[in-house]
């Protein structure tokens, strides 16, 4: 079965961290170009880090550049977000995406993704 599970997201106080993990089954992710991405309520979706395939380059939107890492752990076929210094503008359902060609595609940071899990709420007060 190819799916994208995300887990890990939870409720934090401003400054608080969180680590976010999507585990995916059905194909390897290294083989992909694998993105997190967000949404908030009656906002569009904000693509936040990108992990490359071939090179592994990171890219990272400018609003958690330093606060957020993107990783991927091969053998455990799982992509992870660690996100520090969590700020209440980070409330947002997150979830985890891949180019694997699964429906509609998006493009992002030089990657198009068309394969996405279905997400986790982060919630952060202040």
């Known amino acids: 079965q190819v799916q994208l599970v995300e887990s890990g997201g939870g409720s934090v106080q401003s400054g608080g961290s969180l680590r976010l993990s999507c585990a995916a089954s059905g194909y390897s992710i290294s083989s992909y170009c694998m993105g997190w991405f967000r949404q908030a309520p009656g906002k569009q979706r904000e693509g936040v880090a990108r992990?490359?395939?071939?090179?592994?380059?990171?890219y990272y939107a400018d609003s958690v550049k330093g606060r957020f890492t993107i990783s991927r752990d091969h053998a455990k076929n799982t992509l992870y977000l660690q996100m520090d210094s969590l700020k209440p503008e980070d409330t947002a359902e997150y979830y985890c995406?891949?180019?694997?060609?699964?429906?509609?595609?998006?493009?992002?940071?030089?990657?198009?993704?068309?394969?996405r899990g279905q997400g986790t709420q982060v919630t952060v007060s202040s």
């Open positions: 992990l490359s395939v071939v090179e592994g380059t990171l």
């Open positions: 995406a891949s180019a694997y060609r699964g429906g509609d595609t998006w493009s992002y940071a030089g990657c198009e993704f068309g394969h």
